[in-house]
């Protein structure tokens, strides 16, 4: 009798502790996306304003929770919208050179985020999204960012890149894909630009400062901050 009370007291406590660490962490996602999400009704705000037309490329999609939310919010506004998801769908890839940095590497890994293609399309259908206005691009961005696939594409202008994919190694091809549909106007998000304790010579502030190096026709002018990690620009000269 004693022993069964024991256990059953046992269970609750573990129910208990187990739903506290799952709510936990559920206010831990919600607060870092919550600044996602104002980043991008932040940005739709500005697009309405700008009355800029253009396509939302995002590089770097895991499951698909900022990619969702920028359909919903810019998609009623802008008719023509196409929302490109771009990603390997196999996480992270191994980190090579610069990207390999000990103690600064906000401890990036192969495989990490790592979410099936058929999963990030239930995710975003569930969630509301229409296939319609989508375009899906597996595979490595060193592979699948050419010229002749943006043609493929029928990419014209891009008026938001939200660029997502933590490594310096991986935001090179990225920058080098945008360089020829980026306009006066146009977005672009990193949302890893403070990850490396902020340190200019790794990931994605690095590479965006090679990129206006040798495209010294390109100038960017800061919109916004949002969380301790992401940054957000508008083009001001092409
Ligand atoms: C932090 S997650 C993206 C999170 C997503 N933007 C969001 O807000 O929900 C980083 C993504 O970048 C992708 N990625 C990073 N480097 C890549 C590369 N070189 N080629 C293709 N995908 C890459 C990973 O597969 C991963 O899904």
């Not at 009355?51 to 770097?60: A, I, P, T």
């Not at 206005?133 to 493929?152: M, P, R």
């Not at 997502?164 to 990225?174: A, G, L, R």
């Not at 400062?209 to 919109?223: D, F, G, T, Y």
Request: proline content about 3%; overall charge negative; some cysteine.
């Amino acid at each position: 009798m004693i022993k069964k009370l024991a256990q059953r007291i046992l269970n609750r406590v573990k129910r208990f502790l187990l739903s506290d660490i799952h709510s936990r962490i559920n206010t831990l996602e919600y607060r870092s996306f919550n600044r996602r999400f104002y980043a991008i009704e932040q940005c739709a705000e500005y697009l309405i304003g700008a009355k800029l037309e253009g396509d939302y490329l995002e590089f770097g999609v895991y499951q698909g929770t900022t990619f969702s939310h920028a359909y919903h919010w810019m998609s009623p506004h802008f008719e023509n919208m196409r929302f490109l998801a771009f990603d390997s769908f196999e996480g992270l890839p191994k980190p090579q050179g610069i990207d390999i940095v000990d103690g600064y590497s906000s401890h990036f890994h192969e495989k990490q985020f790592s979410c099936s293609q058929e999963e990030f399309i239930q995710n975003i259908v569930s969630k509301g999204v229409s296939l319609d206005k989508l375009q899906i691009i597996q595979g490595w961005f060193d592979k699948t960012l050419s010229h002749e696939k943006a043609q493929e594409y029928n990419l014209k202008k891009i008026s938001v890149a939200w660029i997502d994919c933590d490594y310096y190694e991986s935001t090179i091809p990225v920058l080098n894909f945008i360089t020829p549909y980026i306009e006066i106007g146009s977005v672009i998000i990193f949302d890893d630009w403070r990850c490396y304790r902020n340190h200019p010579d790794f990931g994605e502030q690095r590479a965006c400062r090679e990129w206006l190096e040798s495209n010294k026709q390109i100038k960017l002018s800061e919109l916004f901050s949002f969380g301790w990690n992401g940054i957000a620009f508008t083009v001001i000269s092409t």
